[in-house]
């Protein structure tokens, strides 16, 4: 036997505190009750990130919690905009930035389909008539041809 076994050991269970994870359980909290929202009427929530005071490593603490789910999408309009399913359903991470890949916005949205994806009702009526154009020109020329926008 060695001195070592006579030195008492105690072990202390200890607490994390709120403080430990930042912003990200408060966060979450929103999401939840967005969720009760979301299922309860069906309203949306959308929680501004960047209106957050963020601490170091809180961001990435937040987006670790929330998991990555099956769904992404690129959306390029005045820079790319990257949005992503959670692994909680209905939970949306998106990513504004401008063409210098600079963040523009980051938001979390409680929706069943985020609306940057829905399409507009002005370009569902543009629509009809950019295909009565394509039909048109089907109809006109026998040969096969490019109808880009």
């Known amino acids: 036997m060695s001195g070592l076994d006579n ?9 994390v505190s709120a403080r430990a994870w930042g912003n990200s359980l ?9 969720l009760k929202r ?16 963020f601490g170091p490593g809180d961001e990435e603490r937040l987006f670790e919690l929330l998991g990555t789910g099956e769904v992404e999408a690129t959306i390029d309009a ?16 998106i990513d504004h930035c401008n063409l210098e890949g600079q963040r523009l916005a980051l938001h979390i949205e409680v929706a069943t389909v985020p609306d940057i994806l829905c399409t507009q009702p002005q370009d569902v009526r543009d ?4 295909l009565d ?3 048109e020109a089907c109809a006109d020329d026998s040969t096969p041809t490019s109808l880009q926008s």
């Open 38 to 53: 979301l299922a309860e009427s069906g309203e949306r929530t959308l929680i501004d990130l960047n209106a957050m005071p």
């Open 78 to 93: 005045l820079g790319p905009t990257r949005v992503w399913e959670t692994a909680v359903p209905g939970v949306w991470l």
């Open 26 to 34: 408060p966060i979450l909290h929103e999401v939840r009750h967005g």
């Open 7 to 15: 030195i008492p050991v105690s072990v202390e269970p200890t607490e």
């Open 127 to 130: 629509a009809i008539s950019k």
């Open 133 to 135: 154009a394509r039909i």
